[in-house]
């Protein structure tokens, strides 16, 4: 099928998000440049200030990418080597291999079959007495209900530690995602809500000591040159992606409300379509869109008919932390986490973005009929 260049709809739209940019952000990276400022600096420290403010939290500590963030966030926090700590079992690989950097041992739990966030009757199955922290992922632009995670903590005398990588701007109850516990790691690798022009990330905490640390530890352990209080890392947030970030961070609010609106509209749009699963926003939830996913049986070969209509999909994530070659060493069978395996063979991402348009959408959702067969 041949399809004008204008309906070949990809999963994430970065190019129209830079060129809305680009005019305010171009004068800035040139002073960047004649400045030679490269390494921390004025933009990094504005960017974490701002950054925390709109969180409303008292810390956020820039670093080099989300998987260090979640690993500083770990060590941080206190876990110790040896020590437990819970994460989903339907995340992105990185959330167990932070775990694993820190020197602590992952523990896989399922997830709730309406929302494919934490289930905290899982998680309580899976408490030990070498349970130090709960992880739960903010997965999807969601916000897991870390209020009933905190309750199994509380009891067990483990520490909350979100991953708010899929959620910035999203809250609950009225309280942002990476507020809600100890301390949280979010990443602003270029596709996320809050996206920079390559890798990097964030802890956030309103613990000063943890915050001390964190920052400490992205140091090489060194609060001044040459002077080495514990061993650390090189995990900084550069200037550059600091320009990026503070330009974007403007943006973020409309931006979230933009995919809220698109996120809407699939809901109106796919209301009648029988054989899809929608996604729906828990009670308490403010999510913000980070990724549409739908559930279907035979996801593979709609997503490719919707590819030969130009249409890009996604799946996240197609095979369960358990059942990837990297962590079949854990020793769980499949089977051990019912609700995340039926829900790999079922999910599909829509593309969601700012700036997708109504005439997309349509034809997203045309090519999603036509692969059902349900006529428009």
Known sequence: MNLPAQLRIPLVDLVAQQAEIHEELAPQLEDIMQRAAFIGGKEVELFEQQYADF??????????NGTDALELAL???????????????????????????????????????????????????????????????????QVAPVERLAAIAEQCGAVIIEDAAQAQGASRFGRSAGTLGRIAATSFY???????????GAVITDDDGAARLVRLLGAHGSERKY??????????????????????????REWNDQRSRAAARYQSLLAEVGGVRLPRSAPGNSDVWHLF??????????????QQWGVSTGVHYPVPVHRTEAWRKLGLESGSFPV???ASRQILS?????????????????SLRSALGVGA
């Open 55 to 64: 969180l409303g939290a008292r810390h956020c500590i820039g670093v080099g």
């Open 75 to 141: 060590l941080g926090a206190g876990v110790q080597p040896g020590q437990e700590v819970i994460v989903p079992a339907n995340t992105f690989i990185a959330s167990v291999e932070a775990v694993v950097r820190a020197g602590a041992v992952p523990v896989l739990a399922d997830v709730d079959e309406e929302h494919l966030l934490l289930d905290p009757e899982s998680v309580r199955r899976c408490v030990t007495g070498r349970t130090a922290a709960i992880l739960p992922v903010h997965l999807f632009g």
């Open 190 to 200: 270029p596709g996320k809500n809050l996206g920079a022009a390559g890798d990097a």
């Open 227 to 252: 002077e080495h209080e514990v061993m650390g890392c090189n995990s900084r947030l550069d200037t550059v992606q600091a320009a990026v970030l503070l330009t974007k961070l403007k943006r973020l």
């Open 293 to 306: 996913v739908v559930r279907l049986e035979d996801r593979d070969a709609v997503a490719a008919h919707m």
């Open 340 to 342: 995340a395996e039926a």
């Open 350 to 366: 829509l593309p969601i973005y700012p700036h997708i348009t109504v005439r997309q959408q349509e034809h997203v959702v045309a």
